[in-house]
């Protein structure tokens, strides 16, 4: 179940990374970013291409390799800080879009997801 749930990370940030890769003005935009300079560009794709491309992999190589452990590991150490991070901002700025609504459920999910199975014990 670790691993089926290390690997689902893997696909959601490789579809998220091509997303932001290949559509960046869309995905900005659906994100309530409203316009980017070049600088800004730059940022945007790397890390929200960049890093979730390497996120994928992380993921992808944890499940592979068995070290389902630390995969939930890296699971928790993203997941906690960017569910607290997306509360307190949601709280702050409240509305917001309904595609920052869907990823911050998403993102609770994952970390509710993520604690049920270290507290369960399956992951090795």
Not at 1 to 28: E, H, I, Q, S
């Given at each position: 179940?670790?691993?089926?749930?290390?690997?689902?990370?893997?696909?959601?940030?490789?579809?998220?990374?091509?997303?932001?890769?290949?559509?960046?003005?869309?995905?900005?935009?659906?994100?309530g970013y409203v316009s980017l300079t070049r600088s800004g560009q730059t940022e945007y794709l790397t890390i929200y291409g960049g890093l979730q491309l390497g996120l994928a992999f992380l993921f992808a190589w944890f499940a592979w390799t068995q070290q389902l452990r630390t995969g939930l590991l890296l699971a928790m150490a993203l997941y906690l800080p960017i569910v607290l991070y997306r509360s307190a901002a949601l709280l702050r700025w409240w509305p917001v879009e309904s595609t920052t609504m869907m990823l911050a459920v998403t993102e609770w999910l994952m970390l509710a997801a993520t604690l049920w199975l270290w507290w369960q014990g399956r992951a090795s």
């Open positions: 179940m670790t691993a089926a749930y290390l690997y689902l990370n893997a696909v959601l940030y490789l579809l998220l990374a091509g997303w932001c890769t290949f559509a960046p003005a869309r995905t900005a935009v659906a994100v």
